[in-house]
């Protein structure tokens, strides 16, 4: 509660403020001002509970509307180290961020929009941004470009840092950030490990571990995996990904020759003929159909001769009377030429010469 009191004898008044004293009571307490020498004023310092002085630096603040090529400036920021723009209104041209620090000559400085981060040193359309306007004697908004409309620009300058940003992007080129030098490391416990990465060659991260053929193995170097199985896994379809299967041993799985589902057979019967008889069919563009395994039996009475045709060069082959033979391949027999079928020709007319083929279809 304020109580004025006036001094004895002068007739002077002054202000008080009534306060319970622990040792001497209910007392009057005498306002004092500080920093402020307004006639009139009745400001007075301010304490919390804590007995400590509260020191309000406010924030600053200025405001138009442009219709030219005119600027709204922010002065008198004292302490204020960042600013926010905002521009709002229907307008069409381009504003410009400036500062100066001796008030007279004015630069471009970069804002950053809030939401995105992106760094701006102009607008074209309305946004808000944040400006590091700290050691600045004054920031403005400047039309650098009218053609129609209303500029609604608003500044507000606080004490207070609005965020941490970069004020310019990385230049490009061969800049680098931390770059190692030869032989340095970096400790991957800094990344969640505790395993040591070597540095790499020309800008490449190298893995630690073996670096060269015959070396001991040491560390945990990356090698190329492979899933152990003692049962088959499910297949997968054409374009999945397909783990390399080893044994529990560690030893690579593999299908003899081919794939079962890239492999085809064909059984032909040849009777009375010495033309060329087609045993495996073209596969399609871009399949060669190579020979795994090739059989013949000569079902008459008559000795004849095969030849097969197919790949570089004829294979030819005496097949008696009443019997035959069996020739597999270990490669298959290639193909001399994508999506060609292969053929065979009797050298005699027999009654029947049957001929059974096993074959790989590949790219």
Not at 59 to 83: E, F, I, N
Not at 138 to 167: E, K, N, P
Request: proline share 3%.
């Amino acid at each position: 509660m304020a109580d004025n009191v006036t001094l004895p004898g002068s007739g002077a008044v002054i202000a008080t403020d009534e306060v319970v004293d622990g040792t001497l009571g209910t007392v009057q307490v005498q306002y004092t001002k500080l920093m402020d020498g307004t006639l009139g004023s009745t400001n007075k310092a301010v304490v919390n509970s804590a007995g400590s002085l509260n020191v309000v630096d406010p924030d600053t603040t200025a405001t138009g509307s442009l219709t030219s090529t005119t600027s709204v400036t922010l002065t008198g920021q004292g302490g204020c180290s960042t600013a926010f723009v905002q521009i709002t209104g229907t307008w069409v041209g381009t504003v410009v961020l400036e500062g100066t620090v001796d008030g007279t000559n004015f630069f471009g400085i970069n804002g950053v929009v809030p939401t995105t981060g992106v760094i701006v040193a102009s607008a074209t359309a309305n946004g808000a941004w944040t400006i590091d306007i700290a050691g600045l004697n004054q920031f403005r908004v400047r039309c650098s470009v009218f053609t129609s409309g209303t500029i609604v620009v608003t500044i507000r300058g606080s004490v207070g840092g609005a965020l941490v940003s970069l004020d310019n992007a990385l230049p490009t080129g061969a800049n680098v950030i931390g770059a190692l030098t030869a032989n340095q490391s970096i400790n991957n416990a800094q990344w969640g490990g505790t395993n040591t990465v070597n540095g790499g060659v020309a800008g490449t991260v190298a893995v630690g571990g073996v670096t060269a053929a015959a070396a001991t193995s040491t560390g945990n170097p990356v090698r190329i995996g492979a899933i152990g199985r003692t049962t088959n896994p499910t297949a997968v379809t054409d374009g999945q990904v397909a783990n390399v299967m080893t044994d529990k041993m560690g030893r690579l799985v593999v299908v003899n020759q081919h794939h079962r589902n890239l492999v085809s057979s064909q059984a032909t019967t040849i009777t009375s003929s010495v033309t060329a008889t087609t045993i495996i069919a073209a596969g399609g563009a871009s399949v060669f159909r190579d020979i795994s395994h090739l059989s013949i039996t000569n079902g008459s009475a008559t000795a004849t001769t095969v030849t097969l045709l197919g790949a570089t060069g004829n294979f030819i082959w005496n097949v008696p009377a009443g019997g035959g033979f069996m020739q597999n391949f270990d490669p298959p027999l290639p193909a001399t030429t994508a999506n060609t079928a292969w053929t065979i020709t009797c050298g005699t007319s027999v009654a029947s010469v049957y001929v059974n083929t096993v074959f790989v279809g590949n790219l």
